[in-house]
């Protein structure tokens, strides 16, 4: 069953509704005229090519062709009206201060969330507090491209909203607590489109107020690392990524404050465990053709000194045990 059709918050309930509603109509319209159809070709058939006579001919007919215009004409109305009814519905009220607000920015080909009331900011993975009656509280999406146009798709959560540079859109998401969610890029922007994926976990209050808190102090600080984040220092790596507590500060590729706390890399690629990250490290290419990360052409020893760095940021008490992955 497509993930439409199993759907986990409310804008995509709706979607799902308003997606049967039309498939009915369609069905019914399909039925009558497939029927008709059939009907004549049976009924008014040759049955053993003996008939030769000219059947009677018939000019127009004003009921009918009254009927015939009217018909489609009123269906293409009513289904104009839902559908510009629940792009109205969709759009929502404005947040309030008990709504979460998620800045969501596409880039080729990765996502970067930012929680702008926390300073937190972080890649691919969305962490969201799960719906709850009593609080009301929904998650408010502010949609922005770094690039070329990107689409923004939870095919359980809600319907897809674009990512326009220059433009600013909004949508609400709101889910309920059996997350992971999966979504991706539907809109092509570029060879690596296929692979824009982007996860959504939905939590418990008090687990993304820990997840926020753990992800809002800077990065962790391993004595054993420091050449490792001397050479990342040194290299490009700093020009083009942040480490928050660092001079690091590049806003080009993905922030990797707490890198260890995500699951993937390469926005959903490849798991992220210390063997990827030496693959992607070595070149970038190997794992996703044409992406934005140069090969840099490090020696081995820089390649491993610098995952030993990266694969000890993040901060513990990351809000699942099973989120460690080093
Ligand atoms: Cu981003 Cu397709």
């Given at each position: 069953?497509?993930?439409?059709?199993?759907?986990?918050?409310?804008a995509?309930?709706?979607?799902?509704?308003?997606?049967?509603?039309?498939?009915?109509?369609?069905?019914?319209?399909?039925?009558?005229?497939?029927?008709?159809?059939?009907?004549?070709?049976?009924?008014?058939?040759?049955?053993?090519?003996?008939?030769?006579?000219?059947?009677?001919q018939?000019?127009?007919?004003?009921?009918?062709?009254?009927?015939?215009?009217?018909?489609?004409?009123?269906?293409?109305?009513?289904?104009?009206?839902?559908?510009?009814?629940?792009?109205?519905?969709?759009?929502?009220?404005?947040?309030?201060?008990?709504?979460q607000?998620?800045?969501?920015?596409?880039?080729?080909?990765?996502?970067?969330?930012?929680?702008?009331?926390?300073?937190?900011?972080?890649?691919?993975?969305?962490?969201?507090?799960?719906?709850?009656?009593?609080?009301?509280?929904?998650?408010?999406l502010?949609?922005?491209?770094?690039?070329?146009?990107?689409?923004?798709?939870?095919?359980?959560?809600?319907?897809?909203?674009?990512?326009?540079?220059?433009?600013?859109?909004?949508?609400?998401?709101?889910?309920?607590m059996?997350?992971?969610?999966?979504?991706?890029?539907?809109?092509?922007?570029?060879t690596?489109?296929?692979?824009?994926?982007?996860?959504?976990?939905?939590?418990?209050?008090?687990?993304?107020?820990a997840?926020?808190?753990?992800?809002?102090?800077?990065?962790?600080?391993?004595?054993?690392?420091?050449?490792?984040?001397?050479?990342?220092?040194?290299?490009?790596?700093?020009?083009?990524?942040?480490?928050?507590?660092?001079?690091?500060?590049?806003?080009?590729?993905?922030?990797?404050?707490?890198?260890?706390?995500?699951?993937?890399?390469?926005?959903?690629?490849?798991?992220?465990?210390?063997?990827?990250?030496?693959?992607?490290?070595?070149?970038?290419?190997?794992?996703?053709?044409?992406?934005r990360?140069?090969?840099?052409?490090?020696?081995?020893?820089?390649?491993?000194?610098?995952?030993?760095?990266?694969?000890?940021?993040?901060?513990?008490?990351?809000?699942?045990?099973?989120?460690?992955?080093?």
């Open positions: 069953m497509p993930e439409m059709f199993n759907p986990a918050g409310s995509a309930e709706y979607i799902r509704d308003l997606f049967i509603l039309v498939i009915a109509i369609c069905f019914v319209i399909f039925v009558a005229v497939g029927g008709a159809l059939v009907y004549f070709i049976v009924r008014f058939r040759d049955h053993n090519g003996s008939d030769n006579t000219e059947p009677p018939i000019y127009g007919s004003k009921p009918i062709e009254v009927a015939w215009t009217l018909a489609p004409a009123l269906t293409v109305f009513v289904l104009a009206l839902v559908v510009v009814r629940s792009v109205f519905d969709l759009r929502g009220q404005e947040p309030t201060a008990n709504d607000r998620v800045r969501v920015v596409g880039h080729q080909w990765w996502w970067e969330f930012e929680y702008p009331e926390h300073g937190v900011i972080t890649a691919n993975e969305m962490v969201i507090p799960a719906s709850d009656e009593e609080l009301d509280r929904k998650v408010f502010q949609l922005e491209s770094a690039d070329v146009i990107h689409s923004f798709w939870m095919p359980k959560l809600a319907g897809k909203t674009d990512l326009v540079p220059g433009r600013t859109n909004h949508m609400w998401i709101e889910a309920n059996v997350s992971p969610y999966f979504g991706r890029c539907a809109e092509y922007c570029g690596q489109h296929a692979n824009m994926l982007l996860r959504v976990d939905a939590v418990s209050q008090k687990e993304f107020d997840w926020i808190a753990a992800q809002k102090e800077p990065a962790r600080e391993v004595a054993s690392a420091k050449p490792g984040k001397e050479r990342f220092m040194a290299l490009a790596c700093a020009n083009c990524h942040t480490i928050r507590g660092t001079r690091a500060n590049g806003k080009f590729g993905p922030d990797l404050t707490h890198l260890m706390s995500r699951k993937t890399i390469a926005a959903g690629m490849v798991e992220n465990n210390r063997a990827n990250l030496v693959r992607w490290v070595e070149d970038p290419d190997e794992i996703k053709l044409g992406c990360m140069p090969d840099m052409r490090l020696s081995e020893a820089d390649v491993k000194q610098i995952v030993d760095y990266l694969a000890l940021l993040i901060r513990l008490q990351l809000w699942k045990a099973e989120n460690t992955l080093i």
